[in-house]
């Protein structure tokens, strides 16, 4: 008994029962993020609750290297198996997706353990618990965010392997749909890093939105203590001594909120490399999935031929999902953009006239602040993740598909 309870205090039960409930579904999906990467060998380091902090493991890394090893050798295989035996569509969306994914997966291995440093100097200094457990967030005002990340994490993968199942047993009835756990496998391995990346800006996003919550209370106090009906009724020394409470909360706000933007900056650049390229290959995706969705309807129109029904919805499933991730990632980073500029906005509307004079002096420090990090999510200096990333990424789109599709039906007029 004795024992388990010492464990208990090791392992901050204690912390987490003190915390709200938001705060615990925080805690609990980061946990499982972490034994996700640790499950799929991109994480070879573990949590010491002697030293309370994560260490590189030796066992850790051979496992890991050994899930790599096993998931490059199957991969590879199977790749050039069905290149050998031309089986490999190049214009199969799900199998080119299947593929670009597996080539992801094992760069993710390289480039991770190559940045293994950086990763646990990055886990050990963020301080992750006291700041969230700083924050009272209500769970109905962060349960859009919650939703965003169970749809991206959970409901997208979901959908993709039902659409493989279902589309299998039409094509190939004799075969089991555990076949179909070869598809999803690398897709669920490519997205791991992106849907880490994806939770921590959603995190961000709530702890910028709930320190503009308390800048909007403070807001509201410090402008009515010094209208003229304030001014007459509240004394001299009790509004000196209310604006160094605020002040003093003010600061502590402040340091949160350069925080939360320098670790936003941080875990952006461990997880670019996988981002940029993912966000590549989900472009391409689209691409190839609007281009066969044209050639199946041609091909019935022109040439009268069978139309694959099908198939050209298990296309438009894996040609819609990696649209919505996009659409998904720009979505919340312009959020959490619009909340961090939201802040400076907030600082210039308070009534400084009558102030104290260190509240003077926090309020102009801590919009200067602001105004000097002007956070921006820019993996690798290639593009900057907001609102009009998709629209960029989807006029290359048309772009390209209007030149596919004049190619295409150029030849198929010319024979």
């Known amino acids: 008994m004795r024992f388990l309870k010492a464990t208990a205090r090791r392992t901050s039960f204690g912390f987490f029962s003190s915390c709200s409930l938001i705060n615990k579904v925080i805690l609990i999906g980061i946990s499982i993020i972490t034994l996700q990467n640790n499950l799929y060998g991109l994480l070879p380091c573990r949590l010491s609750f002697r030293h309370r902090k994560f260490i590189f493991s030796k066992p850790m890394a051979l496992y890991c290297f050994a899930v790599a090893t096993v998931f490059g050798v199957f991969y590879l295989e199977s790749l050039w198996k069905d290149f050998m035996s031309e089986q490999f569509n190049q214009l199969d969306a799900i199998q080119i997706y299947c593929y670009m994914n597996c080539i992801v997966v094992l760069l993710n291995y390289v480039t991770q353990w190559a940045i293994m440093r950086q990763i646990l100097r990055f886990l050990n200094s963020i301080p992750l618990l006291s700041t969230i457990n700083y924050f009272k967030v209500s769970f109905m005002s962060k349960s859009r965010s919650i939703l965003f990340a169970i749809l991206k994490m959970i409901a997208f993968p979901f959908i993709m392997q039902l659409t493989l199942i279902l589309y299998q047993k039409q094509t190939h009835p004799e075969l089991s749909w555990i076949t179909t756990?070869?598809?999803?496998?690398?897709?669920?391995?490519?997205?791991?890093?992106?849907?880490?990346?994806?939770?921590?800006?959603?995190?961000?996003?709530?702890?910028?939105?709930?320190?503009?919550?308390?800048?909007?209370?403070?807001?509201?106090?410090?402008?009515?203590?010094?209208?003229?009906?304030?001014?007459?009724?509240?004394?001299?020394?009790?509004?000196?001594?209310?604006?160094?409470?605020?002040?003093?909360?003010?600061?502590?706000?402040?340091?949160?909120?350069?925080?939360?933007?320098?670790?936003?900056?941080?875990?952006l650049v461990l997880t670019s490399f996988s981002l940029v390229i993912s966000l590549g290959i989900n472009l391409f995706s689209t691409t190839l999935g609007c281009y066969r969705q044209f050639q199946a309807?041609?091909?019935?129109?022109?040439?009268?031929?069978?139309?694959?029904?099908?198939?050209?919805?298990?296309?438009?499933?894996?040609?819609?999902?990696?649209?919505?991730?996009?659409?998904?990632?720009?979505?919340?980073?312009?959020?959490?953009?619009?909340?961090?500029?939201?802040?400076?906005?907030?600082?210039?509307?308070?009534?400084?006239?009558?102030?104290?004079?260190?509240?003077?002096?926090?309020?102009?420090?801590?919009?200067?602040?602001?105004?000097?990090?002007?956070?921006?999510?820019?993996?690798?200096?290639?593009?900057?993740?907001?609102?009009?990333?998709?629209?960029?990424?989807?006029?290359?789109?048309?772009?390209?598909?209007?030149?596919?599709?004049?190619?295409d039906l150029n030849f198929r007029f010319s024979k």
């Not at 509240?234 to 002040?247: D, T």
């Open 181 to 267: 756990i070869r598809t999803i496998i690398p897709i669920i391995l490519g997205n791991q890093l992106n849907n880490c990346f994806f939770g921590g800006i959603v995190i961000a996003q709530g702890l910028f939105m709930q320190i503009n919550q308390l800048l909007r209370e403070m807001l509201q106090e410090v402008n009515r203590m010094q209208t003229p009906v304030g001014l007459l009724l509240l004394k001299p020394y009790y509004r000196m001594q209310r604006f160094c409470e605020l002040a003093d909360q003010l600061d502590e706000l402040a340091r949160n909120y350069s925080l939360i933007a320098y670790y936003s900056r941080e875990y």
């Open 297 to 407: 309807v041609a091909d019935y129109l022109i040439i009268e031929d069978t139309y694959d029904a099908p198939r050209a919805l298990a296309h438009f499933v894996f040609l819609l999902i990696p649209f919505l991730e996009i659409v998904l990632v720009a979505c919340v980073s312009q959020q959490e953009l619009n909340e961090a500029k939201e802040a400076g906005n907030l600082l210039q509307q308070m009534n400084l006239e009558h102030a104290d004079v260190r509240f003077k002096q926090v309020v102009d420090v801590f919009w200067l602040e602001v105004c000097t990090i002007n956070l921006k999510l820019m993996p690798m200096g290639l593009l900057e993740l907001d609102g009009s990333m998709v629209n960029k990424m989807y006029s290359t789109v048309a772009g390209i598909l209007l030149f596919l599709i004049q190619n």
